[in-house]
């Protein structure tokens, strides 16, 4: 019989010493959430570089024959648990200044172990051929793969130097700003106060979405003369890093680094001068103490934490809350929990998988699934104080969670946003979500779960002369308005907005228990959206002239599962976006039976097809679908940008526009009219290199060129827009006709009554959706329980007045 060296020589052939580019999996098992903590460690193949949890490696052992591997085991040190948490200093996690993770230190023992009889070998040892020796220490001196895609810190970026400090032009004019008593040049405003670094004018802050802040006098000032950056006075030290500059054009905390030569010219000394005001990233912090972020994340309550499939926390990756309280609701549906969990084992699914897993949606997918209710890593962690001694305390236990690294890195590969570190929408990422599982599913459409929340709109628009046209789409979540004059304390409001204005006049603030929010009921919202709407300018073909239609719009069928997105984010004048302050009452219960579009009337007479269109061919000015316009300038979008965003996608939809919109908003040309002569869409011009791109993957010229307006110019996007446009090649300027391949367009979609429960929801909390944090209650069993990253705990208050998604279950009679 063989000795292990000898049987570990004989398989040489099977060792690879890992190249710099190779990737190499050492921190989790590419199948499964084990790490080299769980037991029985971590299997890291010596061929591929893939690791794999001690009941999978057998799995990897039969498909590719590998027979060496590195056994990684890490067991906890023990060491003292009663240092005290630390005051976090900066918006960062894992960072020093950070907030306090107080995490365990751990020690890791090595083994060379050769399948199928687990025939061990101790490393390090001089006795060890060179080759596996070389190949081991590369493997444990490479940075894992998992450490490269996901880094576990989460900080706010650096600033970075403003374009327009260095040549800031300052106006002699002869003002001199004391070292104190400042007031706004507009209001009584004496606190959140900036002063213009060109012409020494001091005005308040913008008014933040909890009453708090100025009156937005200083973006008022930079819209009427273009100063580009402002300082925030009680900011500035004698460390002149510390002093929070703003830049309006660039929207963002700058650096100036001729601060001290700017304040100078002003007759400001910054080494006398004293710390009185937080910075904006100092406020950032400060929510994390605010009543509405304690209340979301039901701080201060004693949570019981629960423990078992399907009550799994996502350890936060940096910035990932996003990710983490959506897929905790995506897998709390049933059609999720079927096609990934129920009806599909890992086995079979990494056997099916290619080469590389950590690379294949489906099978990170069902790992993922897997991960959350099967209920393995969903244990309590045993707590020890410093003589070893296992905690008793039931509301101190929690559990490690696991971290979505392999899936985030798959499902965020195609998109430029997803794939970074910067915290993101998650409406964005649930309808990116639902778009990469459909394409996944596409050649098995009863197997695509996406179909649970899938459902027809009906838009109806009746012009002056009587005749309408119905324009059909499919959508994935029903986007509400928020009516705020359909209040329902308007008393109270009006109370509170008296009391605002006199503490102004004081040059105060109201306090954060002082604030009342308007508190809209969700019927309101659902009443908005079908309610009648003037839509200016439309373009009637049986009147072959432009006049005002009426929109209604509806439902033609009712999802599985109802997404409400609650539209709290909106532009002001100026493009200061503004969150509404607001509370929504959503009942337990809802029924939108009312909102079934009935779909044209006997009687009723469709407007004719669009014969003025082509004889219009040659018009002086290109045509932009009003219906698109309208809604665009709805959300508070200039009316020209989105004349603009409407031609350049061809008419082809809402969302199409939205996308060219908000990547063009900054181009120079953005506020020039649009050319007359030309006659069609093609005024502004696609890169040629990226046309002949798209005509060599075998698209027609006029396909490729639609779809690259559509997506901003970007080649994979467009050619992701041509693959879901089926009838890309026809014409998509719908301004007053009717399709007959409309009828079709909700062909196949799940149906049923319209009677819903509340199963979930999404809050946030920060100014934008792009900052803050995300929390996710679901209803579990009959009870709400809190998914809060890593936490999980039942829920005492949840916080349904408050929510960004609402996901509503139909109830089947």
Same mark, same amino acid.
């Given at each position: 019989?063989?000795?292990?060296?000898?049987?570990?020589?004989?398989?040489?052939?099977?060792?690879?010493?890992?190249?710099?580019?190779?990737?190499?999996?050492?921190?989790?098992?590419?199948?499964?959430? @084990?790490?080299?903590?769980?037991?029985?460690?971590?299997?890291?193949?010596?061929? #591929?570089?893939?690791?794999?949890?001690?009941?999978?490696?057998?799995?990897?052992?039969?498909?590719?024959?590998?027979?060496?591997?590195?056994?990684?085991?890490?067991?906890?040190?023990?060491?003292?648990?009663?240092?005290?948490?630390?005051?976090?200093?900066?918006?960062?996690?894992?960072?020093?200044?950070?907030?306090?993770?107080?995490?365990?230190?751990?020690?890791?023992?090595?083994?060379?172990?050769?399948?199928?009889?687990?025939?061990?070998?101790?490393?390090?040892?001089?006795?060890?051929?060179?080759?596996?020796?070389?190949?081991?220490?590369?493997?444990?001196?490479?940075?894992?793969?998992?450490?490269?895609?996901?880094?576990?810190?989460?900080?706010?970026?650096?600033?970075?130097?403003?374009?327009?400090?260095?040549?800031?032009?300052?106006?002699?004019?002869?003002?001199?700003?004391?070292?104190?008593?400042?007031?706004?040049?507009?209001?009584?405003?004496?606190?959140?106060?900036?002063?213009?670094?060109?012409?020494? &004018?001091?005005?308040?802050?913008?008014?933040?979405?909890?009453?708090?802040?100025?009156?937005?006098?200083?973006?008022?000032?930079?819209?009427?003369?273009?100063?580009?950056?402002?300082?925030?006075?009680?900011?500035?030290?004698?460390?002149?890093?510390?002093?929070?500059?703003?830049?309006?054009?660039?929207?963002?905390?700058?650096?100036?680094?001729?601060?001290?030569?700017?304040?100078?010219?002003?007759?400001?000394?910054?080494?006398?001068?004293?710390?009185?005001?937080?910075?904006?990233?100092?406020?950032?912090?400060?929510?994390?103490?605010?009543?509405?972020?304690?209340?979301?994340?039901?701080?201060?309550?004693?949570?019981?934490?629960?423990?078992?499939?399907?009550?799994?926390?996502?350890?936060?990756?940096?910035?990932?809350?996003?990710?983490?309280?959506?897929?905790?609701?995506?897998?709390?549906?049933?059609?999720?929990?079927?096609?990934?969990?129920?009806?599909?084992?890992?086995?079979?699914?990494?056997?099916?998988?290619?080469?590389?897993?950590?690379?294949?949606?489906?099978?990170?997918?069902?790992?993922?699934?897997?991960?959350?209710?099967?209920?393995?890593?969903?244990?309590?962690? !045993?707590?020890?104080?410093?003589?070893?001694?296992?905690? #008793?305390?039931?509301?101190?236990?929690?559990?490690?969670?696991?971290?979505?690294? &392999?899936?985030?890195?798959?499902?965020?590969?195609?998109?430029?946003?997803?794939?970074?570190?910067?915290?993101?929408?998650?409406?964005?990422?649930?309808?990116?979500?639902?778009?990469?599982?459909?394409?996944?599913?596409?050649?098995?459409?009863?197997?695509?779960? #996406?179909?649970?929340?899938?459902?027809?709109?009906?838009?109806?628009?009746?012009?002056?002369?009587?005749?309408?046209?119905?324009?059909?789409?499919?959508?994935?979540?029903?986007?509400?308005?928020?009516?705020?004059?359909?209040?329902?304390?308007?008393?109270?409001?009006?109370?509170?907005?008296?009391?605002?204005?006199?503490?102004?006049?004081?040059?105060?603030?109201?306090?954060?228990?002082?604030?009342?929010?308007?508190?809209?009921?969700?019927?309101?919202?659902?009443?908005?959206?079908?309610?009648?709407?003037?839509?200016?300018?439309?373009?009637?073909?049986?009147?072959?002239?432009?006049?005002?239609?009426?929109?209604?719009?509806?439902?033609?069928?009712?999802?599985?599962?109802?997404?409400?997105? &609650?539209?709290?984010?909106?532009?002001?004048?100026?493009?200061?976006?503004?969150?509404?302050?607001?509370?929504?009452?959503?009942?337990?219960?809802? @029924?939108?039976?009312?909102?079934?579009?009935?779909?044209?009337?006997?009687?009723?007479?469709?407007?004719?097809?669009?014969?003025?269109?082509?004889?219009?061919?040659?018009?002086?000015?290109?045509?932009?679908?009003?219906?698109?316009?309208?809604?665009?300038?709805?959300?508070?979008?200039?009316?020209?940008?989105?004349?603009?965003?409407?031609?350049? #996608?061809?008419?082809?939809?809402?969302?199409?526009?939205?996308?060219?919109?908000?990547?063009?908003?900054?181009?120079?040309?953005?506020? @020039?009219?649009?050319?007359?002569?030309?006659?069609?869409?093609?005024?502004?011009?696609?890169?040629?290199?990226?046309?002949?791109?798209?005509?060599?993957?075998?698209?027609?010229?006029?396909?490729?060129?639609?779809?690259?307006?559509?997506?901003?110019?970007?080649?994979?996007?467009?050619?992701?827009?041509?693959?879901?446009?089926?009838?890309?090649?026809?014409?998509?300027?719908? @301004?007053?006709?009717?399709?007959?391949?409309?009828?079709?367009?909700?062909?196949?979609?799940?149906?049923?009554?319209?009677?819903?429960? =509340?199963?979930? =929801?999404?809050?946030?909390?920060?100014?934008?959706?792009?900052?803050?944090?995300?929390?996710?209650?679901?209803?579990?069993?009959?009870?709400?329980?809190?998914?809060?990253?890593?936490?999980?705990?039942?829920?005492?208050?949840?916080?349904?007045?408050?929510?960004?998604?609402?996901?509503? !279950?139909?109830?089947?009679?």
């Amino acid at each position: 019989m063989a000795t292990p060296m000898e049987l570990l020589r004989s398989k040489m052939s099977r060792v690879r010493i890992p190249e710099p580019t190779n990737r190499v999996y050492k921190q989790e098992c590419c199948v499964s959430f @084990d790490t080299p903590r769980s037991e029985g460690g971590l299997y890291v193949d010596m061929h #591929t570089f893939l690791a794999f949890g001690k009941d999978y490696v057998e799995w990897n052992y039969a498909k590719t024959g590998n027979p060496v591997y590195l056994h990684i085991r890490q067991a906890r040190k023990a060491v003292s648990e009663d240092r005290p948490l630390k005051k976090p200093t900066l918006l960062a996690i894992g960072l020093e200044g950070g907030f306090d993770k107080q995490e365990p230190e751990y020690e890791e023992t090595y083994n060379i172990v050769i399948l199928p009889d687990y025939v061990s070998l101790p490393f390090p040892s001089v006795e060890l051929p060179e080759k596996v020796r070389l190949a081991v220490d590369s493997i444990l001196l490479a940075e894992g793969a998992e450490r490269k895609e996901q880094i576990a810190s989460w900080i706010a970026d650096k600033k970075k130097v403003s374009a327009f400090a260095m040549d800031l032009q300052q106006i002699d004019n002869g003002v001199v700003v004391p070292p104190s008593g400042w007031k706004c040049c507009k209001c009584d405003k004496a606190e959140n106060l900036w002063l213009n670094l060109t012409d020494g &004018m001091i005005f308040c802050g913008r008014k933040n979405w909890d009453g708090t802040g100025g009156n937005n006098h200083a973006i008022e000032h930079y819209n009427e003369t273009k100063y580009p950056l402002a300082v925030k006075l009680g900011t500035i030290t004698a460390d002149l890093e510390t002093a929070d500059v703003f830049s309006y054009p660039e929207d963002d905390s700058v650096e100036d680094p001729l601060l001290a030569q700017h304040l100078a010219f002003f007759g400001i000394d910054f080494s006398l001068l004293k710390k009185t005001e937080m910075t904006t990233a100092e406020r950032e912090l400060d929510q994390n103490t605010n009543f509405d972020w304690n209340r979301i994340q039901e701080s201060g309550q004693e949570v019981e934490p629960l423990f078992g499939p399907g009550y799994t926390g996502l350890v936060n990756l940096g910035n990932s809350c996003y990710l983490a309280s959506t897929m905790q609701v995506i897998f709390s549906t049933h059609s999720f929990c079927s096609r990934y969990y129920e009806r599909q084992s890992l086995k079979t699914a990494f056997e099916n998988a290619p080469a590389d897993p950590t690379l294949d949606l489906n099978m990170q997918i069902i790992k993922l699934g897997h991960g959350l209710l099967s209920g393995k890593y969903s244990v309590p962690i !045993e707590e020890t104080d410093e003589t070893g001694n296992n905690s #008793t305390s039931t509301l101190n236990v929690k559990q490690e969670g696991i971290a979505p690294r &392999m899936f985030k890195a798959v499902v965020a590969a195609s998109h430029p946003e997803f794939s970074t570190m910067r915290q993101q929408d998650a409406l964005e990422f649930f309808l990116h979500l639902l778009d990469q599982v459909e394409r996944a599913n596409s050649g098995n459409a009863e197997m695509d779960p #996406t179909r649970s929340f899938k459902f027809g709109i009906e838009e109806r628009l009746m012009c002056p002369s009587g005749k309408v046209a119905y324009n059909k789409r499919i959508d994935y979540i029903l986007s509400l308005s928020i009516p705020l004059h359909e209040a329902t304390n308007k008393e109270q409001l009006e109370a509170f907005n008296k009391l605002k204005a006199e503490r102004s006049l004081e040059g105060k603030s109201v306090s954060a228990d002082e604030i009342v929010r308007p508190r809209v009921p969700l019927e309101a919202c659902l009443a908005s959206f079908s309610a009648a709407e003037e839509v200016h300018d439309f373009y009637s073909t049986a009147l072959d002239s432009k006049t005002t239609a009426v929109k209604t719009a509806g439902l033609t069928t009712f999802p599985d599962y109802l997404v409400l997105h &609650m539209r709290k984010f909106v532009m002001e004048e100026g493009w200061v976006p503004k969150k509404l302050d607001v509370y929504i009452d959503v009942p337990d219960i809802i @029924d939108i039976t009312h909102l079934r579009s009935k779909g044209i009337q006997p009687g009723e007479e469709l407007l004719p097809e669009s014969v003025a269109r082509e004889e219009n061919a040659g018009s002086s000015e290109p045509l932009a679908n009003e219906l698109i316009v309208s809604q665009l300038a709805s959300m508070g979008f200039n009316y020209l940008h989105c004349q603009k965003a409407a031609i350049n #996608t061809s008419n082809a939809g809402i969302e199409e526009a939205m996308t060219w919109l908000l990547s063009h908003v900054n181009d120079s040309d953005i506020d @020039d009219p649009i050319p007359t002569g030309t006659g069609n869409t093609d005024f502004l011009s696609v890169d040629q290199a990226s046309l002949d791109t798209l005509i060599s993957f075998g698209f027609q010229e006029e396909v490729a060129r639609k779809a690259l307006k559509a997506s901003g110019g970007n080649i994979e996007q467009a050619t992701e827009w041509i693959f879901s446009q089926p009838d890309v090649s026809s014409s998509m300027d719908m @301004d007053a006709t009717t399709s007959s391949a409309q009828n079709t367009v909700d062909a196949g979609l799940s149906d049923g009554g319209g009677r819903y429960r =509340l199963m979930a =929801l999404i809050s946030h909390i920060g100014t934008s959706t792009h900052c803050g944090h995300y929390v996710a209650h679901i209803l579990k069993n009959g009870k709400w329980v809190i998914f809060n990253d890593s936490k999980v705990g039942a829920s005492i208050d949840p916080p349904k007045d408050m929510g960004y998604l609402y996901f509503f !279950e139909r109830i089947n009679s």
